[in-house]
T-cell receptor, first 115, second 111 residues
Framework: EAQVTQNPRYLITVTGKKLTVTCSQN?????MSWYRQDPGLGLRQIYY???????DKGDVPEGYKVSRKEKRNFPLILESPSPNQTSLYFC??????????????FGQGTRLTVV | AQSVTQLGSHVSVSEGALVLLRCNYS??????LFWYVQYPNQGLQLLLK??????LVKGINGFEAEFKKSETSFHLTKPSAHMSDAAEYFC?????????FGKGTRLHILP
């Protein structure tokens, strides 16, 4: 079954304690991306990756890091989380290039609370 | 610059009434457009997509959307709303290195 898997689904942490949210896809997609969803603001892109070892900033990258060492994995790292990073996070993957007309697939989301 | 605008962050319709969720886009190249639905406490699920060809696109759960290049619109419709349609809907533009989301429209169904 084609899917994007995020872990954990729920996470409560304290300010300053480093954390990683994992994302893995089994569709051999080139493109992967992270979004945060906040009330009234929709989904905003944090970082994206066009392929292995290629990452770039989205609209709201401050306070986040990513890496793309393997095609299937795209972890989101918060080195020193702060309360304003409390949000619902989604990972997505999609084809690129000539197959851009295919849809993006989304993980189930990670609800992060930073206290 | 490419962008997606959804008119109305909240829309309420009566059960059985027509659903119309508006989406306008801006793109310098032919866009690939999608509608996604997000049910409470769930991820995003594809409703329908427009790539090329037929401008009237049918999706799941009785939804459809019409691509109108002259109006740069891709409005989502359903002839008769059902209580189970209550959710948040996102219009999405997929082009080049970006997947661009509208801010979303929360659909409320009134009994």
């Amino acid at each position: 079954e084609a899917q994007v898997t995020q872990n954990p689904r729920y996470l409560i942490t304290v300010t300053g304690k480093k954390l990683t949210v994992t994302c893995s896809q089994n569709m051999n997609h080139e493109y992967m991306s992270w979004y945060r969803q906040d009330p009234g603001l929709g989904l905003r892109q944090i970082y994206y990756s066009m392929n292995v070892e290629v990452t770039d900033k989205g609209d709201v990258p401050e306070g986040y890091k990513v890496s793309r060492k393997e095609k299937r994995n795209f972890p989101l790292i918060l080195e020193s989380p702060s309360p304003n990073q409390t949000s619902l996070y989604f990972c997505a993957s999609s084809r690129r290039g000539t197959l851009m007309n295919t849809e993006a697939f989304f993980g189930q989301g990670t609800r992060l609370t930073v206290v | 610059a490419q962008s997606v605008t959804q008119l109305g962050s909240h829309v309420s319709v009566s059960e059985g009434a027509l659903v119309l969720l508006r989406c306008n886009y801006s793109s310098s190249v032919p866009p690939y457009l999608f509608w996604y639905v997000q049910y409470p406490n769930q991820g995003l699920q594809l409703l329908l997509k427009y790539t090329t060809g037929a401008t009237l696109v049918k999706g799941i759960n009785g939804f459809e959307a019409e691509f109108k290049k002259s109006e740069t619109s891709f409005h989502l419709t359903k002839p008769s709303a059902h209580m189970s349609d209550a959710a948040e809907y996102f219009c999405v533009l997929n082009r080049d290195d970006k997947i661009i989301f509208g801010k979303g429209t929360r659909l409320h169904i009134l009994p």
